[in-house]
């Protein structure tokens, strides 16, 4: 077959060239399948539920900071992972460098109500955010086609979060290996390194378990700022779950998903730690204190949330009921986005 050229590539893509190393033998004894990427993270939730918290966090305070509003940063990237996932149709890949060589980036097609029934948002939501975002200058029309300006879009390069998701994923590979079910000595460089090689392929992969995460906590909380609170919260006595751990000098004793999230909310409840104020959410979320303390009161309504003896906020028992079961939902989608990347590393 020929060549393909994209009129918002960097170059010629060859076909050939990239079905031939495809054809490369794989050793599929040593492949991972999605329940056992499941099933482990699970078990070994203590080992890996903190630093889950974090890169989540981490990737949600980014979302706020691209444009101080979260959905007009999902609108963006749901339409590059519509483009990711025309090149990846087309067995076209970029690595990092290439795919954010030039300014713009062309969308493939582009229609509100596809948008609104993707992100589950009212169509004049988004078409509100799509205007704001063209008097920003991020999506600009051209004649029939859109495109997004990476020069006005300061958030564009994900390089801090190749890097966190990287280590990420090298503490999962660490879990494996001593659980005998993944066999290739990794270190995060090396991750970080095929990430950027296979970059449009991966970030694919990435949008694909990020996007449907945030629309579903967006249902659940109402809104996505309110979901943002409320995990700093959550990451808030991770991290004092650990640190009371670590001053005890024991083993977790709570080492699978269940077990630990129990440890973890009712822990708080039997005030073996503290909690955050709402002036520490809004300097650890940038969101303004008057937003956060709003969400905080929705929060504490509906049970999520509740007050301390020192006015700090912690999460209640209800978050058992309520959170754990649909996260397992979010952990299935990670589970495959685990099982791709950790594939794709056994075979490079």
């Known amino acids: 077959m020929g060549h393909y050229l994209i009129d918002t590539c960097p170059f010629w ?12 033998e794989i050793d599929f004894s040593k492949v991972l399948n999605d329940d056992q990427v499941y099933d482990h993270m ?3 939730y203590d080992q890996l539920g903190r630093d889950w918290i974090v890169h989540q966090w981490s990737w949600m305070n980014n979302v706020y900071k691209a444009f101080n509003d979260h959905y007009k940063y999902l609108i963006v990237i749901s339409l590059v992972e519509k483009t990711l996932q025309f090149y990846d149709q087309m067995n076209i890949q970029y690595s990092f460098d290439q795919f954010y060589s030039k300014p713009n980036l062309q969308i493939e097609k582009f229609s509100i109500t596809e948008l609104c029934e993707k992100l589950q948002l009212p169509k004049e939501t988004v078409r509100r955010k799509v205007l704001e975002l063209e008097k920003l200058g991020v999506l600009k029309r051209i004649k029939k086609q859109l495109i997004i300006d990476r020069n006005v879009f300061s958030q564009v390069k994900p390089e801090r979060q190749i890097k966190l998701t990287s280590k990420y994923i090298y503490k999962i590979s660490e879990v494996f290996n001593k ?6 000595k990794l270190d995060a460089k090396l991750i970080e390194n095929t990430i950027k090689k296979n970059f449009s392929l991966c970030w694919r992969w990435f949008y694909r378990m990020q ?40 083993d977790s004793l709570t080492p699978d998903y269940m077990t630990f999230n129990k440890a973890l909310v009712l822990g708080q409840e039997h005030g073996k730690t503290t909690g955050v104020s709402a002036m520490s959410l809004s300097d650890m979320t940038n969101i303004p204190r008057a937003t956060v303390i709003r969400k905080c009161k929705y929060l504490v309504s509906n049970g999520f949330l509740k007050l301390n003896d020192k006015k700090q906020y912690v999460m209640t028992g209800y978050n058992i009921d309520k959170i754990l079961p649909y996260q397992r939902k979010v952990f299935r989608n990670k589970a495959k986005f685990l099982r791709k990347t950790l594939n794709l590393l056994t075979i490079s």
């Open 13 to 24: 893509v060859s076909y050939h060239t990239f079905t031939t190393m495809s054809l490369r």
């Open 42 to 44: 699970m078990a070994s």
């Open 179 to 184: 659980d005998k079910i993944y066999f290739k």
């Open 211 to 250: 996007i449907p995460m945030i629309i579903g906590y967006h249902e659940m909380f109402e809104d996505v700022s309110t979901f943002h609170v409320w995990g700093t919260v959550a990451m808030n006595q991770a991290f004092n779950y650990e640190k009371n751990l670590n001053e005890s000098n024991v």
